[in-house]
DNA sequence: TAACTGTACTGTTCGTTATAGTACGGTTAT
DNA sequence: ATAACCGTACTATAACGAACAGTACAGTTA
């Protein structure tokens, strides 16, 4: 389910682009679904057309998402090189606050038990 | 060093902010030390004085340092409260940042050598 | 043809950040 | 005491990005 939160100091648009192409990456959509429109998503989420817009347009240049003026917007059939870009994405992300972590004084240790406890340990 | 990115999307206040109370937590700056001016740190980044102040006044909020009207601002004698502080903050968001790495696919392993890659093997 | 769709504009509002300038009282060394 | 610092508190303004409002036009489909 695609949702927004406005309390969040992230932009609309931004939230969007970043739940959508989670979603794709998931495999919580399919390859060639379509899309809710523009201004039905608008709709739904009781925000402007444009910002909609403004996240698609964006989805498309990153390849999440193609468009066919007319017909609508959908999930890129190749979703293989996408979740590969997600992961290098994350994997820097993930870096980042390591090491900040690291810095903030958090042990190698109590940093291991997160990753156990987040991974699971079956 | 207290230093400052422009081109950065985080505002220069909140840089200020995480950069001295990071030194602080690090002991990179010793409790009752004295802090750079207002008017002084201002010059030497070459920014407004009212975003040191600013800066100043938050982490006085959070108890990183203290100000003596007259005198200038220091940092705060107990430190360990703060360090203990930041640990947990930075576990957050560690946590955080490995679910988020794990929903985009990084695997465990991994996340694992990232993390002993930060750490050193040693 | 009507009702959708994406797309492209212009213009406006709003909040945050940062700046500029001024002012006042406390501290300190000369 | 007085000058030169210090923190602090204002007001006003500029700049920017985000979001909204409204309109318009071309492609698609039932």
Same mark, same amino acid.
């Given at each position: #389910?695609?949702?927004?939160? #406005?309390?969040?100091?992230?932009?609309?648009?931004?939230?969007?682009?970043?739940?959508?192409?989670?979603?794709?990456?998931?495999?919580?959509?399919?390859?060639?679904?379509? /899309?809710?429109?523009?201004?039905?998503?608008?709709?739904?989420?009781?925000?402007?057309?444009?910002?909609?817009?403004?996240?698609?347009?964006?989805?498309?240049?990153?390849?999440?998402?193609?468009? /066919?003026?007319? *017909?609508?917007?959908?999930?890129?059939?190749?979703?293989?090189?996408?979740?590969?870009?997600?992961? *290098?994405?994350?994997?820097?992300?993930?870096?980042?606050? #390591?090491?900040?972590?690291?810095?903030?004084?958090?042990?190698?240790?109590?940093? /291991?038990?997160? /990753?156990?406890?987040?991974?699971?340990?079956?």
């Amino acid at each position: #389910m695609i949702t927004v939160d #406005m309390r969040d100091r992230k932009p609309i648009y931004e939230q969007l682009i970043d739940n959508i192409r989670t979603l794709a990456v998931g495999g919580h959509l399919s390859p060639d679904e379509h /899309l809710p429109s523009v201004r039905q998503l608008a709709a739904e989420l009781a925000i402007n057309p444009n910002t909609i817009q403004k996240a698609y347009a964006e989805l498309e240049r990153q390849g999440v998402i193609y468009s /066919l003026p007319g *017909r609508g917007n959908f999930i890129s059939p190749d979703i293989g090189a996408i979740a590969a870009a997600e992961r *290098r994405k994350q994997t820097e992300l993930l870096r980042a606050s #390591m090491q900040a972590a690291k810095n903030g004084g958090v042990t190698e240790k109590d940093a /291991l038990t997160l /990753l156990r406890e987040i991974y699971g340990d079956e």
